[in-house]
Structures are given as structure tokens and as C-alpha cells.
């Protein structure tokens, strides 16, 4: 038996492709509150908030699901623009998914509630053409149920 015909085969992960994916909420999630100072001129200090949501995402063709990690910060008052409901992004060593979602501080009061009472589990999002591992989102939704 030749050299070449030992080798084991080789796993390749499906390219993320464009279009309207699902994701479900896996477990518990961790929420951070914090204060960073910007430099200047002038001197800004700015608050940070939050949320990391382990997660599962299915591709449009329900050929593979990705693990990941979603991620949800409030706005600062240093950024004022948001182009896209989000991205995501592809890790460089790990074989998953991260989806960072743009949100205002009312959903994201509105997000924490919710979370807490363990009623978002599902999502859906739009993804967009990319390139270099990153993927803008053009929309995104949740769903939560209500007792």
C-alpha cells in the first residue's frame, strides 16, 4: 500500500454563503458592564454592555450547522452610524461562527428580560456577500415566548 493511499481523510467546512440562516440559543449567557476610557483630545470615558450567547447557526441549505457564539453590545455614544444589522465573522482557528448584532439600548433592555427569563432561543438572520472572513448581516430577528 502506497504512502498517499494511508492518509486519513480531510474534513473541509462548507464556505458561508449568503442568504436567511437559523440560529438557537444554547445554554446559559454571560452579560459584562464596564467603563473605558478613550483617548482624546478631549479625554472620553465610555461605558460598555454586553451580552455573549453560545449558539448554533444552520446554513440556508441545512447542510451543516456551525457552533458560535453570538454577541450583542449596546451603542456607544462614539459611534453613531451602523450600515449593517451586524456581521459575521469566521473564526481563524476553530471550525465555528461569531454573529455580532447592532441593537439600541432598548432592545437591549428589552434582550436582557428576556434572557433572563430563559424565552429566546431562536433567531433568524439575513447574510450578505463578504470577504476575509467577515460577512455583514442585513437583518436579524428573535423570537421569545411569552407566558
Known amino acids: 500500500m502506497s504512502r498517499d493511499a494511508k492518509k486519513k481523510p480531510s474534513f473541509t467546512l462548507p464556505d458561508v454563503k449568503p442568504g436567511n440562516w437559523r440560529g438557537e440559543i444554547l445554554g446559559s449567557c454571560t452579560v459584562n458592564f464596564g467603563r473605558v476610557v478613550q483617548p482624546g483630545p478631549p479625554r472620553q470615558s465610555v461605558e460598555f454592555t454586553y451580552v455573549i450567547m453560545p449558539a448554533a447557526f444552520t446554513m440556508p ?57 430563559k424565552r429566546l432561543k431562536d433567531l433568524h438572520f439575513t447574510v450578505e456577500d463578504g470577504a476575509n472572513g467577515s460577512w455583514p448581516v442585513f437583518s436579524w430577528g428573535m423570537s421569545a415566548a411569552l407566558a
Do not use: C, N, Y
Open 61 to 117: 441549505e441545512v447542510r451543516f450547522t456551525w457552533p458560535g457564539v453570538i454577541m450583542v453590545m449596546t451603542p456607544t455614544p462614539m459611534k453613531t452610524e451602523f450600515p449593517d444589522a451586524g456581521h459575521v465573522f469566521k473564526a481563524e482557528h476553530l471550525p465555528s461562527l461569531h454573529l455580532s448584532l447592532q441593537v439600541t439600548r432598548g432592545q437591549f433592555s428589552d434582550m436582557l428580560r428576556m434572557l433572563e427569563a
